[in-house]
């Protein structure tokens, strides 16, 4: 049988933890690394709904996408959100891996799913951060060709919220055909700079500022929020995936419970 330390290794393997961005927090935050994994819960975040239902199925431990630990805690108490989902976690016994800027970055990743998911061709990268020990480079944000070119930014906004499932698409139309597009998952709004250089008309991210789209209008180009949850669910059922193949004889599924947070029209 697997411990939670083999699924640390097997996910160090695939984006190693290394190469998580200095404000990160990815890793194994939570739990016992020798203790015996049967059930693999695997959510975007780990919230106190995702910790509860962990518990509930019987898994061991909870992968995840964003880290259950970002800021230093100074405690651990149920007076507060974290320390009521750190005590779900430790009281259920529950251990927590999670994988970040790290999956961000690496191939198969955040962002190559969200490029797969929108149905790009010819993906690349879109900015390069380094390169692993084996001479393959790795970043984060992914430029790619769309399908069917021609579209406006309006009616490519509504493709975008169709293929992601998304609450809602804030845009703005940079006045350009929608034919070459950069995709940056969850908060990328400060790699603009980024898509216009590599020559895209679009760029569909998250979390993006008012001058951020002040920003992107005056340059000529599309810039799409599809909303951070939206464009980085995407790599939960790939890491799904990759924790089967990795681990057969273990029960791996998605967190039926967890979901977008807010609403849109």
Request: overall charge negative; charged content about 20%.
């Amino acid at each position: 049988m697997a411990a939670v330390k083999d699924v640390y290794e097997a996910l160090n393997q695939w984006a190693p933890f290394e190469i998580q961005m200095d404000f990160d927090n990815a890793g194994f935050l939570v739990g016992h690394g020798d203790r015996e994994v049967t059930k693999i819960l695997v959510a975007l975040d780990i919230t106190r709904e995702v910790a509860q239902e962990a518990a509930d199925w019987g898994a061991q431990l909870v992968v995840s996408h964003h880290p259950v630990i970002f800021h230093p805690a100074r405690s651990v108490t149920d007076t507060d959100p974290t320390g009521q989902i750190l005590l779900e976690l430790i009281e259920g016994g529950v251990a927590a891996i999670c994988a970040h800027t790290n999956l961000d970055a690496a191939q198969g990743g955040v962002n190559d799913c969200l490029a797969q998911a929108l149905e790009l061709s010819q993906i690349s990268q879109l900015h390069q951060d380094g390169v692993l020990k084996d001479g393959s480079a790795y970043g984060i944000g992914r430029v790619g060709f769309v399908r069917s070119e021609g579209l406006s930014a309006g009616a490519y906004a509504d493709y975008v919220k169709t293929r992601l499932n998304a609450a809602s698409v804030r845009y703005v139309d940079g006045g350009m055909p929608v034919s070459k597009v950069a995709v940056g998952g969850g908060s990328c709004g400060s790699m603009l700079s980024d898509a216009v250089a590599a020559g895209c008309d679009t760029f569909v991210t998250a979390d993006v500022k008012y001058d951020t789209f002040l920003q992107a209008k005056a340059l000529g180009i599309n810039l799409l929020d599809a909303g951070h949850f939206a464009t980085e669910q995407v790599v939960c059922p790939s890491l799904a995936a990759f924790l089967s193949r990795s681990f057969p004889q273990l029960e791996v599924r998605m967190s039926q419970r967890h979901g977008e947070v807010y609403s849109g029209v």
